[in-house]
């Protein structure tokens, strides 16, 4: 059974930055399809970003381009969200999620939230304009 810890959210102005990390626990980490999701209140858990299993492919949601980025260090069983030049609209709960079966990262099945097998229970990132 994995388990999903992010953390890192918190308050922050319109324009600062905030990094968020997800800890993964078990031996799959190594080759799954990471990714974030978001989830503002009354809205749709919508993606965010993902990042394939080697660490070559990753792709993001138009609205966050150039602004967010993900990485991940498989000796740490980690995925890291970068967030800079944060806006008000970014504010919700952001949730990583893993991936552990095989598939293949062009057919872009990552953007649907099916997709994943396991979630972490989210953290709270609220902007202030």
């Known amino acids: 059974q994995v388990q999903l810890v992010e953390s890192g959210g918190g308050l922050a102005q319109a324009g600062a930055s905030l990094g968020l990390s997800c800890a993964a626990s078990?031996?799959?980490?190594?080759?799954?399809?990471m990714g974030w999701f978001r989830q503002a209140p009354g809205k749709e858990r919508e993606f965010v970003l993902v990042?394939?299993?080697?660490?070559?492919?990753?792709d993001y949601a138009d609205s966050v381009k150039g602004r967010f980025t993900i990485s991940r260090d498989d000796a740490k069983n980690t995925v890291y969200l970068q967030m800079n030049s944060l806006k008000p609209e970014d504010t919700a709960v952001y949730y990583c999620?893993?991936?552990?079966?095989?598939?293949?990262?062009?057919?872009?099945?990552?953007?649907?939230?099916?997709?994943?097998?396991?979630w972490g229970q989210g953290t709270q990132v609220t902007v202030s304009s």
């Open positions: 078990g031996r799959t980490f190594s080759t799954s399809v």
């Open positions: 990042i394939s299993w080697s660490g070559s492919n990753t």
């Open positions: 999620a893993q991936r552990v079966r095989g598939t293949v990262f062009s057919a872009r099945g990552y953007l649907n939230p099916n997709f994943y097998d396991y």
